[in-house]
C-alpha cells in the first residue's frame, strides 16, 4: 500500500466530521471517494494534505507512520492536492503558477526564464500543452486545472488529490481530463479523486469508497458495482418516489426579450437572450456556472443594468425599475449564494427574515413589530428551521437551516413568478427535500418558476422545461420528456444538438 | 431575559476596556513619579468633584455626543466616515455667519440658524460620499483630507473676510453673536447650555430610529451586507447619501450647539483644540455605534479630559495622562472587536470545513 | 516667476519628499501583501518624537535615527499583532493608532521634557547634509541634487532596492503571491503571516526613518501632531503609485514639489491658509485622476461595494 489512514476521526466541537474512517490507495491506482456534500469527504482530504488535524487516526505512507501539520508536510511526503476552488494567482503568469515555493534561480533571484523552460519541459513530459507565459487570469478553466495537476507534478507529487475536479469543466473538458489522469496513473501516479458525480468514476476509477455522515459504507471495485448501489450507499435509503403533475402552463408571467448585457469592452455577458416563464410551470436553465446564469439573474432582478432588450414581468415593463419596484411587481427570489447575497450573518434570524417586508410591515414610518415577528415565526414553524430563537444571528444556523429560512421568506411574498437559484446548493438531503417539495407545491398554485441549477439531475427533476445556456448565449430549449443527459451535456458545451440528429 | 443577558454582554467588554485603560493610566503615573491614588482621585474630583466640575463636564460631553451619533450613523451604514472634524467646522462657521448676519425676529432666527449649521455640515459629508459613489474616491481618504481643506478654509474665513474687527484683540474670529440668540445656561454660572438637553433628546431619537423604522432598519442592514441589501430593494446609493448627510448633520449640529451655546462666536481653533471630532468618533467606536452607548462613552471621555484638567491643576502629573487613557482604551477596544473575530473566525471554519 | 520656479526650489522639493516617499514606501509594501496601513500619520509622528527623544539622550544624531527606527519598529510590531494574531478590521486598528500615537507622543513630551506643544532644544544638532563632491559641481543638477541629508539620499536608494527585491527575487516573488492571493499561498507552504509581519515591520522601520527626517533633517525640533496630515498623503502617495516602488517615487514626488511650492508661497504675500491648504487639495484632485485598481479592492472591502 503506498498510503494508509486508519481510523481517522475529525470532531468540531459536537459535531463528528469523520468518524475512524479507513482508507488506502495502491500506487499507479485511481480511487474515487464519493458520497454525499457534508458526508467527509473534504474534511478527510484536508487532514491528508496537512490543513487539518485529525483528533485520533494514523496516516502512513509507504508503510511508515507520517504526520502532517501543515500543507509543507504532506508536499515533501509526495502528496499534491487540487482544491476545488483552484489555488492560483490570476496576475501572475502560468509558469510563475507552477514553481511557485520551488522557483529556479540561484542566490535568492528568481529566474523567470528557466522557469518558463522548466514547466515548457514538464508539460512535453506529461503531455499537457501549456503556454508558460500566458496570464492565468486569461486562461480557460479547463487549462487552470490543467496547470493545478502540472504544479503538484512539478512538486514531485506521487499521491495527487483531485478535489471536485470537474464541477466548472465543459464536458469536453471533463473528457480530457479524465483521459489526462489515465494516462498519468499509467505512468505510475496515484490519484485519490474526490466526487459526487457517478457516472464520471464509473469509467476512471479502479476503486471506490463511499463516505456518509462521516463513516465509510462501503469500498468496492468499479467492475464490481454500478451506480444504483453506489447511489443507495451514498444516500443510505431509497428516495421517495418522485411524482409531479404534468404543468398545465397558463398566461406569461417573464418575458425576458432579447436580453443582452455588456462590461466594457468585451463580448457580452449575456447575448440576445430571450425566454418565457408561464404560470404553473417550472423552467430549468441548466449550464455550467459562470456561462452567464449570474448576469442573466441580476438582469431580471434589477441588480443590473442591461444593455440592450426587454425584460417584462406579468405583462409589465421593468426594465428600468429598480430592485424594489420590481419586487413589488411580483417577483421573488432565491439567491444563488446565501451568504453572499441571501443573508446577513451578523444580523439576527428577525432581521434577515424580515428582509423584502420592511416597507409592507410598516405604519408612518415604523415596522410592525408584533406583525413581523409572528410572520418570522411562521416562516421558522413551517419549514422547520432549527435556531434557537429570532434573535440569535444568521451565521448560527447550519447552510441548510439558512437556505430553509431564506427559502420561506422567498416564498412567504406569495408573487406569481419566482426566481429559485441553485436553491439546494450545499444542503443536506432532509432540506432538499422540503425545499423541492415546496417549489412544487408553488407550481402547483400556478406560480411560475425559473429554476437556475448547475446540478443536472435537479434541473431534470424538477423543469417541464428546460434551457440551456453557454457563453451568454442560449444554446437549445428541450421539453423535459425529451432532454437526457448527453444532449444537455451537448448543449452545455455550446454544441448543436441538431447538427448531429 | 436573552436580550438581557445579550446587553450585559455588550456591557463587559467596554468595561474590561476601561479598567485596562485605568492601568496603563497608572502605569503612566508611576513613570511620571506621581501618585496614583491621588492622581485618579483628582481626575475623579475634577470631573465629578461638586456640581460645577459635574457640569463642566456635561458642557465638554455636548458637542462629542453629537459628533459621536453622527459617525454611529455611518458606521452602521459600513460607512467610515472620519471627517467629523471639517462637518463640524464648516457647520459653526456657516451658523455664526447666519447668526450674525441674517435679520428677522428671534423666532424665525434660531431654528434658521441651526438648519443652515446642520445642512452645511451634511452638505460636505454628502460630498464626500458623492465623490465615492461617483469617482470611486476611496472615503476614509477623502474625509480626511477634507477635515485639513475645512480647517484651513474656515480658518481663512475668520481672518481676512468675516474677522471681527471692533475689538482690539487681534484675533481670527466673527464677531460675537447677539446675545438674544445664545442657548441658555442650564443652571446660572455653570457652563453646561441646553445644547446637552438637544444632545440627549438626539441620543433617544437616534436610537429609536435606528431600531424601529423602515430606513434604520435599512441602514443596519445597508452595513451588515451590502450586497444582501441591494437584493432585498434597499437603495444603496441614496441611502449611503442619506446616511451620510445625516452624519455630517449631526457634526454640524455640534459645531452650531458650541457655537450658540458656549463661543457665542465662531473662533479659529477653539473647536479643533479640545479634539471634539475625533473624541466623538473614539466614542461610537468605544460603543460599536449603539446611540445611548455612544452618549454614554462621550460623557466618559469627556469627563477623562475635564478630570486631567483637575490633574493638572492639584498635581505634578500632566493633563496628558488623560490622552494616554484614552488611547490605551481604544485599543483595547479593537482588541474587543477582535475577540469577537476570533469567536466569527472559529465559527466559520467549523462550519466551512463540513461542508 | 523666475523668482518661483528656481533651483532651490527644486531642491527643497527633493528634501520635503522625503519623509512621504519613506512612508509611502512602507505604504505600498503593506498593501502588496493586502494590508491597508492608514497607521502611517501615526508611525511617523512617533518616528519625530523618539528621534528627538534619542537624539537628547544619545547627543549623537546616528544613534538618535537608530532609535527612532527600532521605537517605531517595535510599534508596528504592536499594530501587526493586534490586526493579523488578534485579526481585528485593520482599519479601526489604524486609525485607533494615530490616536494612540498622539497621546502618547504628547504625554512622553510632557513627562520627558516638562513642555507642551514643541520641544526645542538650541544645543541639539540635526542631520548634516551632504554635498556630493563631483555632482555639486554640475550646473543646476548639482544645486538641486547635492547638498541633502543622508535619510535623503537613502530613500532614493531604498525605493531602487524594494524595486529589485519585489519583481526580481524569490522572496519577493512569495511577497506579492501572499498577497494576491494569501489562501493559495499558505497552501503552497509559504508562511503568509510571517511575511505580512515583515512587511508591516518594515513599514515601521520606514515610518521612523520618515519621523527622523521630518524632525531632525528639516528641522531640528519636536511639535504635537508636526506629521501634519503627512501620512494620509504618503497613503494617497502609494495608490496612485500603484505600489510600485518607482511608480510611488513618482508620485511622492509630486506631492513633496506641492509641499515645497507650498512653502515658496509663504513668500509672496498670499494667505498662509491656501498655501498650506494646497497640498491637500492636490492630492484629492490627485486622487480623482488616478486610480488603482487594488486600491479599488481595498474601498470595496471597506464599503462593502460588490
Redesign the interface.
Known sequence: MLLEMEKMTKKYGALTANHEVDFNLRKGEIHALVGENGAGKTTLMRILYGMEQPTSGVIKVDGKERQFGTPADAIQSGIGMVHQHFMLFPSFSIAENIVIGREPGTAGRFDRKEAAQVVRELSQQYGMPVDPLMKIGDCSLGVQQRVEILKVLYQGADIIVLDEPTGVLTPLEVKELLAAIKGLAAKGKSFILITHKLHEIMDVADRITVLRDGKVTGVLNTADTNAEELSRLMVGRELAEFKKQPSVPGDIVLDVDQVTLQAGKGKPLLDQISLQVRAGEIVGVAGISGNGQSELIQAITGLARIDKGKVRLAGQDVTESSVREIRNRGLAHIPEDRYMWGAAGEASVFENGLMGYQRKHQRFGFIQGKRSRKMVADFIRTFGVKTSSQETKARYLSGGNLQKLIVARELGHGTPFVIAAEPTRGVDIGAMETIHGELLRRREERGGILLISSELSEILKLSDRIVVMYDGRITGELRTEEATEEKISLLMAGGDIHAQS | MHNLKQNAKQLIHPLVAIVLGLLAGAAAILVVGGSVTETFAEMWKGAFGNFYFFTNTLARSTPIILVGLGVAVAFRAGFLNMGSEGQMLLGALAASLTAIYMPGPVWIKIPVIFAVGMIVGGLYSAFASWLDTRFRMNLIITTLLLNYIAQYLTGYLVSYPFKDTTGSAALAQTQMVDKSLWLDKLFKGMSVHTGFIIAIAATLILYVFMKYTVSGYEIRSLGSNPRFAAYGGVKRGRLMLFSMLLSGAFAGLAGTVEVLGTQYRFLDGALSAPNYAFTGIMAAMLASSNPIGTALAAVLLAALQTGGMGVERNTDVPLEISSVIQAVLILFVTARISYSFIKRRKGGAASGSVS | MDQFLDISLFNSTIRMVTPILLAALGGALCARVGFFN?ALEGMILTGAFTAIVGNHFFGNVWLAVLFAAGCVTLFSWLLAF?SLH????E???G???N??A???T??T???LFDVKGAYYDKNMTGLPTWNIPEVQDIPVLGGIISGHSPLVYLAFLLAAVMQYYLF???????L??SG??P????????KVRRIQYGAILASGLLCGLAGAQLSLGQVTMFSEGMT??RG?IA??AT?LGQNNPLGVVASSLLFGFMDAISIRLQGFSL?T??T??LP??V??IA??FF?DKS??Q??NK?????
Do not use: C, D, W
Open positions: 492608514v493586534i488578534l485579526k481585528a478590521n482599519i479601526i486598528v486609525i485607533s493608532f490616536f494612540l498622539a497621546g502618547l504628547t504625554f513630551l510632557r513627562a526580481k527575487t524569490k522572496s519577493g516573488f512569495r506579492l503571491a494576491e492571493n489562501v493559495a499561498a499558505q497552501s503552497l507552504g509559504i501634519g496630515g494620509f497613503l494617497v495608490m494667505p491658509h491656501f498650506l491648504m491637500f487639495v492630492t484629492l486622487m480623482f486610480k486600491y479599488l481595498h474601498s471597506i464599503n462593502g461595494r460588490s
